[in-house]
C-alpha cells in the first residue's frame, strides 16, 4: 500500500511477513530499477529543493555534510517496495546517523559504527529505542542548576583552553557540564551532551564557517558576549521538540511498541578498516553509507569539527570503547580516519591500481601541485580498499548498497570517486545497478580548501552484492 506522509517522502508499507516479493534476484532489479526511473521523472525528487532542519531530530547537532533525511526513505522505500524481505540496515560510516534513522521510519534493524566518537554519541542518541518523553522538562531542570551553580572552577583540561573560550564562557559551561553529570539516566545525559556540543560550538571562538580549527579575530572575540547557559536552554528546547516529532512519527508508522522501537539498534566505535571483532560475524541485508571521498585533512576534517565539544563531554558516556587519546591533538581522530597516517598496509600499490583503472589514470595524471597529492590519494584509497573488504564481508549474498559520494579534486583535477568505487567494487563481485545524480542544495559543506572546491552535486549508486 502505497501512501503519501504529511512529512512528505513516498514510503511502501514495509511488512515481510505479507508482501509479495519477485522471484530471483534479477526480477527484484527490474523492478528496483523501474521505480527509481519511475521517481526519477521528476527533477526534484532525488534532489528536493526545500528541507525540513527537524525532520527526524536532524538539527540537533551541525555536524558535517549530512545526508539529507528525506533522500534517504525516498531511496529505502523503492528498495523495500522491490524487497520487502529486507530486515537490517549497516552503514560503516555513521556519521550523524541519518541513514539509521531514515531505516527506523521503516521498522528495520539498524546498525553502524564510526571511528569518531562524537559521531557515535550523536548517533546513539537518535536511534535509541527508549527515550525520556520529559527531556523538554530535564533541559529547563539543567538550566535552573547550572543557573544556581556558584562556582568558578572549569572543569575542562583543554590545553591552550583561553584561545578557544573567554573564561565566562568556560564557567558557564562547566556548570553546565556538573549539572549534566548528575543526571541518573544514560540516555539523558547523552541527549545533554549532544546539546552541550552544539552549544560548545556557538560559543568557542573557533570560526563556525569552516570544520578546521580556526580561531576568530580577536577584535571579532571581545566583541562577542555569549551566555551558554541560555543558549543551552534556547538549543535544548529546539532538540526537545525536534525529537518528540521524531517519536510521533514512528509511532504514526507504527514503529513504536509500548513507546520502545520494536526493531534492534546499535551503534559502536568501529574502524570499518577491521570490524574483524565489531560485529560477531553477522551480516546485513542493506548498508546504505556516505563515505568521507578524501582524506579528513585535505577534505572534511570531522575530527577538528568534533574536537572542540568533545573536551567538555564525559567520555565515559558516549562508549567503554571511546578512547580518550582521541583528544591527544586537534588532529588525532582525523589522523585516525581513512586516509590518515594510522593507515592500513593490507594492499600494495600495484594491488590497488589494478582494481580500479579510473584511479591508476588518475593517480598517473595529477600535477606537481599540491605536493604529495598522489600519495594522500593513494594512501586514501588503500584504506577505502581494506574498508570495502570488511563491508562486503558484511554484506549477504544479493544484498543491497546504497553509495553517496562526491568527487573531489586535487590541484583542479577531479577524482571520480563514483567510477572509482564501481569498479573496486566489481572487485568484490559486485554490481553497480544505477547511479544517480541529485544536486546538492543544502547540504552543508566547506566552501573551499586547497583541494577540494565546492561540490554541487553526488553521486548514488545502487548495488548488489552478488552470489559467488
Known sequence: MNYLPPFGDVITHHDSNSATEPQGAEAIDRRLLTLIDERASDDDFWS??????????????QYPAMMVPLVQRRLLASILEAKPSIQSLYDPFVGSGTSLVSGMHFGLGVYGNDVNP????????????????????????????????????????????????????SVELSRLRRAIRRQPDLWVRRFLWVTLAETVRLTSNDRTSTYKLHARPVEEITKRILSPIKLFGEIGAINAESFADFRIQLHARAQLKAKKYRAETEVKIGDTRDLSASWNSRSFDLVMTSPPYGDNMTTVTYGQHSYLPLNWIDYRDIDSAADIETLRTTQEIDRRSLGGWIHDKSWSEERLLDSSPALRNCAGNLPAVPAGGRARLLRFYTDFAASLDSITKLTKPNGYMVWTVGNRSIGGRQVPTDLILSEMLSTHVCTVLKTLTRKIHHKRMPGRNASSPTMREERILLVRKLER
Open 118 to 169: 562524537l559521531a557515535v554519541l550523536i548517533s546513539r542518541v537518535r536511534t535509541a529505542r527508549v527515550v525520556e518523553s520529559a527531556i523538554g522538562a530535564i533541559v529547563d531542570q539543567v538550566v535552573r542548576e547550572a543557573t544556581g551553580d556558584c562556582q568558578t572552577t572549569i572543569d575542562c583540561t583543554l590545553p591552550n583552553r583561553q584561545k578557544w573560550f573567554h573564561d565566562v564562557v
Open 48 to 61: 528536493p529543493k526545500d528541507r525540513d532542519r527537524r525532520d527526524s531530530a536532524h538539527c540537533i547537532f
